[in-house]
């Protein structure tokens, strides 16, 4: 892809950025996620369209709100930038738009699901849900694989509750939501069953870590709560681009 195209697709990731931070403040408050416009978290205030621009606006407002001078969170622009970068990364390695097309509604919906639930500790059904029926239904368009969209959304979710309900039952505590469950089939519904296995196993192995950092850290020892499903969008998000090269390797030995 020209590096024109490249910069305006980053242009369009940051304006999606700014969308993001509407769901991921809106969506687990059960608020309508198109009115009202932008207003200050703290005293209410509209924000008008130029101090609203993506990652301008809090650098021309010096990081504080016009109206009050409350601060506003470093999350807003971070979000942005992420989002931007992510969709100038991705329009960069895609080829095909049919793929670029799937890869950026596939990074948009891990992006809010990051932050939802490192806050609230759930990931809405309406991202869940409505990414298993994007994903398929993208699997319909050229190139795509339906059979194996299906087939990694049933594994992906399949696997997932197994091993929950497996823990449950062993231990007595309930060890990840029913979210993380619907998320994995999602992530099935974009890269099949073998997205699937490589986003259970990465994601394993960096929630471990993630896990063994947070006890040490916190005072609840093995029953430290931590949010399962950052560890399965990164994973994902690697799923997607290293997984071939990973099963390749795997099958060759």
């Not at 992420?82 to 969709?87: E, H, L, R, S």
């Not at 050229?142 to 449950?168: D, F, K, N």
Request: net charge positive.
């Amino acid at each position: 892809m020209s590096p024109a195209a490249v910069c305006a697709l980053f242009v369009i990731g940051a304006c999606v950025g700014s969308f993001l931070n509407v769901v991921v403040h809106r969506l687990p408050r059960g608020e309508s996620i198109v009115r009202p416009g932008s207003r200050c978290p703290s005293c209410g205030r509209p924000v008008p369209p130029l101090e609203n621009i993506p990652i301008a606006g809090f650098l021309w407002l010096r990081g504080k709100c016009a109206g009050c001078g409350g601060w506003i969170s470093w999350r807003y622009p971070a979000v942005e930038a992420m989002t931007a970068i992510g969709f100038a990364v991705i329009a960069a390695v895609d080829g095909q738009p049919v793929n670029l097309l799937r890869d950026l509604v596939f990074f948009s919906l891990l992006v809010p699901i990051v932050f939802i639930d490192i806050d609230h500790r759930i990931i809405p059904d309406e991202l869940s849900l409505g990414g298993m029926a994007a994903g398929v239904a993208l699997a319909f368009l050229p190139g795509g694989g339906v059979r194996e969209s299906m087939i990694g959304m049933a594994l992906g979710g399949g696997v997932l509750y197994a091993t929950a309900t497996l823990y449950q039952k062993a231990t007595g505590r309930e060890g990840m939501g029913g979210g993380d469950v619907k998320l994995l089939a999602m992530i099935g519904a974009f890269l099949g069953w073998k997205g699937a296995l490589f986003t259970i196993f990465i994601g394993s192995l960096l929630g471990v870590a993630g896990g063994i950092w947070a006890m040490r850290k916190g005072k609840d020892g093995l029953k430290t709560a931590i949010p399962f499903g950052p560890y399965l969008c990164v994973a994902a998000l690697a799923a997607r681009y290293l997984g071939n090269g990973f099963w390749q390797l795997i099958l060759r030995t």
